[in-house]
């Protein structure tokens, strides 16, 4: 029996983002709540992050022994742990490591809704005109355009492809409206790579992912990252966008309801624009999440 409080053995088995790396410092611990468990984080004195559960109610402090620790990665500005036996690394981001952008931490936002439910969000075009008028969408350009989606099984994610959306405000460097391109992928259960077509250089595009570290299977503290082509915009000016959005996105998760995602493909009505919820939705029901969801019946 595991000793965690969660006990979805899927879950348990996956990375999670904790922290931007910059939270981690030598010589100071700082906390988090991990799948309803206290965590803790730090740097050893080589630089290198160190993290691990301690009682609740109690002062943590640094095992000595390593095998008291948790395993530990840190990627994409990130720092990364697992309850169980995870992957040897990350899914790719290869626009990460490109000399040319710069890689920012926008924000990390606590959320009162579940994982799954926040990942559904961020694939949705359908409330642009609603949700974030006049900056993603705007009226009468309301309609989600027809488009591809895959559940690969050999990369093991899901990725939406020829999305197309009329945006007046696409990004932080953006002069005017445009359509806008966009690639969605879902290679993880409870993070998302957004590709979005680049104001400054229609032949590459900037990537935002949001890494959501479930606090518990209903509250969730979301992580997003920025990698951008644009070398102009002040890092304030780009998070604040960010932030601005996220912002508007929070109330419309918060009164979500139920805040755990329904796995039932009858528990809720889709519509054309819904395609990559429902593809997320059947991936998630094949490999056997059942944290942060209500599974279908059997």
Same mark, same amino acid.
Not at 154 to 162: F, L, M, P, Q, Y
């Given at each position: 029996m595991s000793r965690f409080t969660c006990k979805d053995p899927v879950v348990l088995d996956l990375w999670h983002a904790i922290a931007s790396a910059d939270e981690a410092v030598d010589g100071a611990i700082s906390t988090t709540v991990l799948l309803e468990d206290p965590v803790a984080f730090t740097r050893s004195e080589t630089g290198d992050p160190v993290v691990w559960t301690y009682p609740a109610r109690t002062e943590p402090e640094l095992p000595a022994d390593p095998a008291d620790h948790l395993p530990v990665l840190e990627r994409y500005g990130y720092v990364w742990t697992s309850f169980g036996t995870p992957p040897p690394d990350l899914f790719p981001i290869p626009e990460y490591g490109e000399k040319d952008r710069r890689n920012i931490?926008? @924000?990390?936002?606590?959320?009162?809704? #579940?994982?799954?439910?926040?990942?559904?969000?961020?694939?949705?075009?359908?409330?642009?005109?609603?949700?974030?008028?006049?900056?993603?969408? @705007?009226?009468?350009?309301?309609?989600?355009?027809?488009?591809?989606?895959?559940? #690969?099984?050999?990369?093991?994610?899901?990725? @939406?492809?020829?999305?197309?959306?009329?945006?007046p405000m696409a990004a932080a460097a953006s002069s005017g409206g445009t359509d806008v391109d966009y690639i969605y992928r879902v290679p993880h259960p409870y993070c998302s790579v957004l590709y979005k077509s680049s104001p400054l250089d229609e032949s590459r595009f900037d990537v935002i992912a949001v890494f959501v570290q479930p606090v518990d299977q209903e509250h969730v503290r979301a992580h997003m990252m920025l990698t951008l082509l644009d070398e102009t915009s002040e890092d304030t000016a780009i998070r604040l966008f960010q932030q601005t959005i996220f912002g508007q996105d929070k109330p419309i998760l918060e009164n979500q309801y139920p805040k755990r995602l329904p796995l039932d493909p009858r528990a809720e009505t889709p519509i054309r624009a819904d395609k990559s919820a429902i593809a997320y939705r059947r991936w998630l029901t094949k490999k056997g999440i059942t944290y942060g969801v209500i599974p279908a019946a059997a």
């Open positions: 931490h926008a @924000a990390t936002f606590g959320v009162n809704v #579940s994982a799954p439910r926040a990942i559904e969000n961020f694939l949705d075009m359908g409330h642009f005109p609603y949700v974030h008028t006049d900056i993603l969408g @705007a009226e009468p350009h309301t309609e989600v355009r027809e488009y591809e989606v895959e559940i #690969s099984e050999e990369r093991d994610e899901i990725v @939406a492809t020829n999305c197309k959306f009329f945006q």
